[in-house]
């Protein structure tokens, strides 16, 4: 469950998000829709840490944000895939997703391969293991980035522009992949101008105009 309370930031005297509140139940997957410069990517930001606000709450199941040095108490329940996938290019699909649960959370090689090589099941990616990056089509390191984001068992999954650069073949298994994570309780959030995907994948979409939530939809 992803809760959002009464959350402003401003850029100096840009007041950019004012007073945002949705929620998002467990299991569900949230589309956030707005114009260019509504304050998306910024409220993503805020979500995953990447930049402070000003006041307000963010709340994964339990646990609260009250402002960016809560973070902590919420890492690792947040996971992101990127826009531009970010993998690590000098890494196999496999290095790419241990990478993290081993040097970071330190958890054992052997522990964190059971993991990925499931998580590549999920991602339709079983055969890939052992590619690099450069081997692989756009979609298919999207999906790479998904399991690799996925590999700290995240509660809340944010999306950048998942469907970007994607043909419809590629958008539909990504689609596929979403609602595989949706139904493993995983809650979801995306940016998307992405209108089409957006009715597929959401249960709710979300507006955002000038920095505030115009409309919650909830999607049958
Ligand atoms: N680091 C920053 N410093 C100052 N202003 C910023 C910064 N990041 C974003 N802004 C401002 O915040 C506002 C919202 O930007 P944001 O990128 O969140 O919009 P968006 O809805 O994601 O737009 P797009 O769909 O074009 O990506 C804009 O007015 C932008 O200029």
């Known amino acids: 469950?992803?809760?959002i309370k009464n959350l402003n930031k401003s850029f100096k005297q840009n007041h950019v998000l004012k007073d945002i509140s949705f929620k998002i139940e467990k299991g569900e997957i949230g589309v956030l829709l707005g114009k260019s410069g509504a304050g998306k990517t910024t409220?993503?930001?805020?979500?995953?840490?990447?930049?402070?606000?000003?006041?307000?709450?963010?709340?994964?199941?339990?646990?609260?944000?009250n402002n960016?040095?809560?973070i902590l108490t919420l890492k690792g329940k947040i996971g992101m895939v990127f826009q531009n996938f970010n993998l690590f290019p000098?890494?196999?699909?496999?290095?790419?997703?241990?990478?993290?649960p081993v040097n970071v959370f330190k958890e054992t090689k052997k522990e964190a391969l059971e993991r990925s090589r499931e998580?590549?099941?999920?991602?339709?990616?079983?055969?890939?293991?052992?590619?690099y990056p450069y081997e692989?089509?756009?979609?298919?390191?999207?999906?790479?980035?998904?399991?690799?984001?996925?590999?700290?068992?995240p509660k809340v999954l944010c999306f950048d522009e998942p469907t970007s650069a994607l043909d419809k073949d590629t958008i539909k298994s990504?689609?596929?992949?979403?609602?595989?994570l949706k139904s493993q309780g995983i809650t979801i959030l995306i940016i998307t101008h992405d209108i089409g995907f957006a009715n597929e994948v959401a249960d709710k979409l979300i507006t955002i105009s000038k920095g505030v939530v115009e409309c919650v939809e909830e999607v049958s």
């Open 68 to 70: 960016s040095k809560d």
């Open 119 to 131: 998580l590549l099941d999920i991602v339709d990616l079983k055969d890939k293991e052992d590619f």
């Open 174 to 180: 990504i689609v596929n992949v979403m609602k595989k």
């Open 90 to 100: 000098h890494l196999s699909v496999i290095e790419n997703i241990i990478e993290a």
């Open 136 to 153: 692989l089509s756009g979609g298919q390191q999207q999906r790479v980035a998904i399991a690799r984001a996925c590999a700290l068992m």
């Open 1 to 3: 469950m992803l809760e």
């Open 43 to 65: 409220l993503l930001r805020c979500i995953n840490g990447l930049e402070e606000f000003d006041n307000g709450k963010i709340i994964i199941d339990d646990k609260i944000n």
